[in-house]
C-alpha cells in the first residue's frame, strides 16, 4: 500500500509540473478567476445586495467547473495514448489504480488551488460584516466534491479516445447531462415523484443542498460513490488495452466488466438504502439555520397529546415550488423523529385521496391554488396543493405557499425558496398548543402555589359596591375546586383589629392605597384583589361591579398571562384608516396603514384592535402595542396608565413626528404630533424630544429633485443617503438584550431623540436599546426634503452639537401613574370611576419606548423593500422582540433569528472602499502563499519520478 501510494504521488508530480511547467496552469486558474469573480460582482451584484454572504460565489460553480475541468482532463489520457507513452506506463511494474490515482490527484490539487486563490473575497468580506464561515466551508468542500467527480468522468473518458478534443465535448456533455438531471428545466416536466428521483441523481442539486453549509452523509456519499464508480471505470478501461480480443480472454473481459456493474450496483444500493435516511447531516451554519433548535425539540418533546402535521402537495405543481417539497417533507419527518413519538406526520397528494381532499376543502379550509405556467410556445394554469396542517385537539392552523416562501429577484430571474421553515412550523404549532389548553391545564402547567387575596373593607364600602365581595368570594371558591388544591383563596380586611394586615402594611409592602368613596368625603375603602404565584405577586383590576362572569374571564386571563405554553393576547392601537376630510373636497384614505404590523404579529399571538375611549384596556390583552398615539384624549391616557399600574407591559412608538395624512405638492411632508403621550412619558422618565436626529449612517431614500434642463424644469427621483432614515448598527445596539440581540440592523424613519431621566428611574431596569452614531445632529425644522445644490453630501445643514443620541429604551421596574394626585378623568362615568385610580404599579410593569412613530408604516417599510429588498423585515422583527420581550416569551426569538433573517440580513458594516482596501491585503497575501506553492512544485517536478523501489531490480526505474 505504501508503495502504491509512492507511485501515485510520484504520477502526481509529474502532471502538476507539467501543468505548471507551461501556460495551461496559468490559463486554467486566470480563466477560473475572471469567470469566478465576474457572475460574483457583477452577475449577482455583490455590492447592490449589500449582504455579507458569498454564496454568489458558488451559484454558477456547477456549471463552470464542466467546461474547466474537461479542459484539464481530456489530455490526460488521450495525449499518452498519440504519443506512444501509454504502453510504456503499463509495461512498467506499477499498478493501474496507482495510475489512475496519480493522475487524478494531480487535476484535484490544481482546481484547489484555483479555489483557494478565491479565499480572498471571504476573509475580505469577514472584514466588513458578520459573514457566517459555515456556508463558506460547505460552498469550497462542495466544490472540491463536485469538481472530483467530473475529474473522474473526464479521466475515464479520456482513456478511451486519443483525440483529445473528442475527449472535452463527450466530458462536457455526460457532466452536462449530470447536472442537467436535476435542474428545474428538466424536473419541471415530470410529476413531483419523478422529479425527485432526478434531483437525487443531479450534480447540481445535490451540489446546493452542501453549498448552504449542511454537510448531509447522502450528499458526501453520493459524490463519493460517482467518483469511485468512474475511477474504477478507468482502471478497467487502461486494463482493457493489454488485452486482445481473442475467445481466450473473453472470460477475463466479461469478469472485469462485471465487476464494474457490480461496484455500480452496490454504489446503487448504497445510495438507495441511505436516500431516506434524514438525521445523518451536520449544520455548519452559524445559528444551526437547518437544524431543529433546542427550544422546538423540548416544545414537541412535552406535548401531552399526540400532534398532527399533515403536508398536502400535488404530484404537479409549479415548477419553482415543486424543488421545495423534498425539504419541506424532511423537515417534517425532523419533527416527527425528535418528538419521540408525540408528532405524526403525514404526506398525501389530495387528488389521490377523494375523502382526504374533501375533508380538507370543507373542514381546513385547505383548496388547490391555481398557478400560471409560462412557456416559451404555450402557457396555461394549473391548480395544485401546497399547503401544510397542523392540528392538535380542536384547533387548527394551515400554513399555504404565501406563508412559507419567499421571492427573490437575482440576474433578472425569480428565486423561490423557503422563508424559515422550523420558525413557521414552530410558531404554528405552539399557536394550536397553547390555544387549546382549558384552566385545567393552567393549574397542571403551574408548579407553585397560587393565592388570591381580597383586600376590602366591607364597612366604608360605597352602596353601589355592597355585594361586590361575595361576589369574589363565589367566584375564588369555584375556581379553588377545580385546581386540585393549587389554589387558594383569603379575604382580608385591613380595617378589623384582629387582622395581622394593617393600612399601613397595606402601603409600606404593596404600595396599595385606599380609594375615596367621593370626591369630597373623607371616608375611603380597600377593593383590591392581589393574585400571588410563587413569589410573583400582580394586581388585578379592581372588579367592582363586574358581574360573575366577568369576574372569572378576569382571573382566569391573569393566570393564562402567568402559566407557561398559553397563546397570549396583544391589544394594538394605531391612527384610524378610515377615510378623511380632503383639502379639495370629499374624502381621502390616509397615507398611513399598519397591515404588515398586524400580519407579523398575528403569526405568533392573537391580535385584537382596543378601543381605549372607556378608559380601560381589556383584562385578557397581555401587551399593549401603540403606534404613532396622536389625537388622544386624558380617557385613552388614564387607559394607557392604568394598564401599566397593574402590572402590564406597553410597547410605544412614540416618535413627535409623523407623515402628513395628506401629500400634496412636491416632496414630502411630515408634521408634528399633536395629543399624544410625551407628557404621559416624560412622566415615567422617558422624554421625547422636539427635534429629529439626523445620522451620517442611513438607508437610502428615492427623493424627488428638481432641476433645469434647457430652460425647462424636470422632476426626476434619485435613490440618495437620506440622513432622517437613521440606520443603526450592531455597534449602536444593547447587543446584551434580548430585543435587539439578533438583530443586524434596525432603520428608524423621522426619529426623535429620547432622554432618560435618572432621578426618576432610580431601582428600574433601563436598557437603551438603539442609539444614533456619534455624528448624528437634530434639526427642528419639518422640512424633510433635500436640497442638494446647497448642501450635496447630505442635502442638509451639518449644524449643532454631534454626538450619540438614544432611539428606543426598555424600562422594567415599578412606575409611578402619571395620574397621581389627579382626579380620575372618568368621574361622574359611573362605577369605574368609584373604583379610584392605581398609582404604584409592581415590579413586573414593562415600558419599551421607541421614538419612531413611522417605522412601521406600510409605506415606510414598502419604500424600503423596494430598494433594500428584505432589509425592512428587520423594522417588524424589532417590534415583534419587543413585543416578546414584554410578555416573557423568548423562545421565538433564538428560532426567529435563523433561516432567512440570519442568512439574507446580514448587512455590510462598511462600504465599498473599506472593500478593495481589504481585497489589496487579501490578494497580497495569497500571491505570497501562490508563490511558494508554484516553486515547490517546480522544484518538485525536477526530480526524477521514482516510481517504484530500489529492491524491485534493476530497471525499473524511469
Not at 242 to 266: D, E, K, M
Not at 623 to 636: K, M, N, T, W
Amino acid at each position: 500500500m505504501k508503495e502504491s501510494w509512492k507511485q501515485s504521488l510520484a504520477i502526481a508530480r509529474k502532471e502538476l509540473g507539467a501543468y505548471f511547467g507551461s501556460p495551461m496552469a496559468l490559463i486554467f486558474v486566470a480563466a477560473f478567476l475572471v469567470v469566478t469573480l465576474f457572475s460574483f460582482f457583477w452577475a449577482e451584484t455583490f455590492f447592490a445586495r449589500n449582504i455579507a454572504d458569498v454564496r454568489p460565489l458558488f451559484r454558477w460553480m456547477p456549471v463552470l467547473m464542466i467546461f474547466l475541468v474537461a479542459a484539464l482532463t481530456m489530455r490526460q489520457w488521450s495525449e499518452e495514448q498519440r504519443g506512444g507513452t501509454l504502453e510504456v506506463l503499463l509495461t512498467l511494474p506499477v499498478r493501474r489504480a496507482s495510475l489512475v490515482w496519480g493522475k487524478f490527484v494531480a487535476v484535484v490539487a490544481l482546481i484547489a488551488v484555483a479555489l483557494a486563490l478565491t479565499l480572498f473575497l471571504p476573509i475580505t468580506i469577514a472584514m466588513l460584516g458578520p459573514l457566517d464561515w459555515g456556508p463558506v466551508v460547505g460552498g469550497y468542500l462542495a466544490a472540491i466534491l463536485m469538481a472530483s467527480a467530473y475529474a473522474a468522468i473526464g479521466l475515464f473518458v479520456s482513456s478511451r479516445t486519443d483525440n483529445q478534443i473528442v475527449a472535452l465535448m463527450v466530458t462536457v456533455l455526460i457532466c452536462g447531462l449530470f447536472y442537467l438531471l436535476g435542474a428545474p428545466g428538466v424536473t419541471d416536466f415530470v410529476g413531483d415523484a419523478l422529479g425527485e428521483v432526478l434531483r437525487a441523481i443531479g450534480i447540481g442539486s445535490r451540489f446546493e443542498s452542501i453549498e448552504r453549509g449542511v454537510i448531509d452523509l447522502r450528499d458526501l456519499i453520493y459524490y463519493l460513490s460517482l467518483t469511485a464508480l468512474f475511477l474504477v471505470a478507468n482502471v478497467v478501461s487502461l486494463d482493457a488495452k493489454r488485452w486482445s480480443r481473442g475467445p481466450r480472454t473473453a472470460a477475463h473481459r466479461r469478469s472485469a466488466i462485471l465487476s464494474v456493474v457490480l461496484v455500480a450496483a452496490n454504489l446503487l444500493a448504497l445510495n438507495t438504502w441511505l436516500f431516506p435516511v434524514h438525521g445523518l447531516r451536520a449544520d455548519l451554519t452559524a445559528q444551526g439555520e437547518y437544524s431543529l433548535s433546542q427550544t422546538t425539540r423540548d416544545l414537541i418533546r412535552n406535548l401531552p397529546e399526540p400532534l398532527l402535521m399533515r403536508g398536502y402537495f400535488s404530484e404537479k405543481t409549479h415548477p419553482l415550488l415543486a424543488p421545495l417539497v423534498p425539504t419541506i417533507r424532511d423537515m417534517m419527518r425532523e419533527y416527527e423523529i425528535a418528538s419521540g413519538g408525540k408528532v405524526n406526520v403525514e404526506i398525501v397528494d389530495p387528488r389521490e385521496n377523494e375523502d382526504l381532499e374533501a375533508e380538507a376543502n370543507q373542514v381546513y379550509g385547505i383548496r388547490p391554488t391555481p398557478f400560471r405556467i409560462a412557456g416559451r410556445y404555450e402557457s396555461a394554469v394549473i391548480s395544485s396543493y401546497f399547503d401544510i396542517l397542523i392540528r392538535y385537539g380542536d384547533q387548527s392552523v394551515t400554513l399555504g405557499f404565501q406563508d412559507l416562501i419567499e421571492v427573490q429577484s437575482a440576474g433578472g430571474e425569480l428565486k423561490v425558496g423557503l422563508r424559515n421553515l422550523e420558525y413557521d412550523l414552530t410558531r404554528s404549532i405552539k399557536r394550536v398548543v397553547y390555544g387549546f389548553q382549558s384552566l385545567d391545564a393552567v393549574f397542571a402547567s403551574m408548579e407553585e402555589p397560587i393565592k388570591l387575596t381580597a383586600f376590602v373593607t366591607p364597612q366604608t364600602l360605597p352602596e353601589s359596591l355592597a355585594e361586590v365581595p361575595q361576589v369574589i368570594a363565589k367566584v375564588a371558591q369555584d375556581i379553588q375546586a377545580e385546581s386540585g388544591g393549587k389554589f387558594t383563596f383569603e379575604m382580608i380586611d385591613p380595617d378589623d383589629p384582629s387582622s395581622p394586615v394593617t393600612r399601613r402594611t397595606l402601603f409600606d409592602s404593596y404600595g396599595l392605597q385606599p380609594f375615596a368613596v367621593s370626591l369630597f368625603s373623607p371616608d375611603s375603602y380597600y377593593l383590591h384583589l392581589f393574585l400571588q404565584i410563587g413569589k410573583e405577586a400582580q394586581l388585578l383590576y379592581p372588579a367592582g361591579g363586574m358581574s360573575e362572569a366577568d369576574l372569572r374571564t378576569e382571573i382566569e386571563a391573569v393566570l393564562k398571562r402567568a402559566a407557561p405554553g398559553f397563546l397570549k393576547t396583544v391589544g394594538l392601537w394605531h391612527p384610524s384608516t378610515e377615510p378623511i376630510p380632503s383639502l379639495y373636497g370629499g374624502t381621502v384614505q390616509p397615507i398611513s396603514s399598519w397591515d404588515l404590523v398586524w400580519h407579523q404579529l398575528m403569526q405568533n399571538y392573537t391580535v385584537k384592535a382596543v378601543d381605549l375611549s372607556s378608559g380601560r384596556v381589556p383584562g385578557d390583552v397581555d401587551v399593549l402595542v401603540v403606534i404613532a398615539p396622536q389625537g388622544l384624549g386624558d380617557a385613552e391616557r388614564f387607559a394607557i396608565d392604568q394598564y401599566l399600574m397593574r402590572g402590564g407591559a406597553v410597547v410605544v412608538a412614540a416618535g413627535n413626528y409623523i407623515l402628513s395624512p395628506q401629500q400634496y405638492g412636491v416632496g414630502l411632508l411630515i408634521e408634528s404630533v399633536a395629543n399624544g403621550l410625551k407628557e404621559m412619558l416624560a412622566g415615567y422618565g422617558v422624554t421625547v424630544g422636539d427635534a429629529l436626529v439626523m445620522d451620517p449612517q442611513n438607508e437610502p431614500f428615492p427623493v424627488p429633485i428638481q432641476r433645469s434642463v434647457g430652460g425647462m424644469t424636470v422632476m426626476e427621483y434619485r435613490q440618495i443617503p437620506y440622513p432622517f432614515f437613521v440606520d443603526v448598527r450592531r455597534d449602536s445596539m444593547a447587543t446584551e438584550s434580548p430585543i435587539v440581540a439578533n438583530l443586524p440592523a434596525v432603520t428608524l424613519q423621522w426619529a426623535s431623540p429620547l432622554e432618560v431621566d435618572e432621578e426618576k428611574n432610580q431601582g428600574r431596569e433601563v436598557v437603551t436599546l438603539l442609539q444614533s452614531t456619534a455624528g448624528s445632529w437634530l434639526q427642528t425644522s419639518t422640512n424633510v426634503n433635500p436640497d442638494l445644490e446647497a448642501y450635496p453630501r447630505y442635502g442638509f445643514a451639518v449644524e449643532g452639537e454631534q454626538k450619540a443620541r438614544p432611539l428606543a429604551v426598555s424600562i422594567r421596574g415599578s412606575f409611578e401613574s402619571y395620574f397621581k394626585g389627579k382626579p380620575s378623568p372618568l368621574e361622574g362615568e359611573g362605577q369605574a370611576s368609584a373604583l379610584g385610580t392605581i398609582e404604584v404599579s409592581p415590579e413586573s410593569s414593562r415600558l419599551v419606548v421607541v421614538g419612531s412613530a413611522e417605522f412601521v408604516d406600510d409605506i415606510v417599510l414598502e419604500i424600503s423593500r423596494r430598494f433594500s429588498q428584505d432589509r425592512y423585515l428587520l423594522n417588524l422583527q424589532f417590534l415583534q422582540n419587543a413585543v416578546d420581550w414584554s410578555v416573557e416569551d423568548e423562545d421565538l426569538l433564538s428560532i426567529r433569528s435563523r433561516g432567512t433573517y440570519a442568512r439574507l440580513l446580514r448587512p455590510l458594516e462598511k462600504d465599498e472602499q473599506s472593500f478593495w482596501e481589504g481585497l489589496n491585503y487579501a490578494l497580497a497575501l495569497l500571491a505570497l502563499i501562490g508563490i511558494g506553492v508554484v516553486w515547490n512544485v517546480r522544484q518538485r517536478s525536477e526530480e526524477p519520478m521514482d516510481l517504484v523501489t530500489r529492491d524491485q531490480g534493476p530497471g525499473t526505474r524511469d
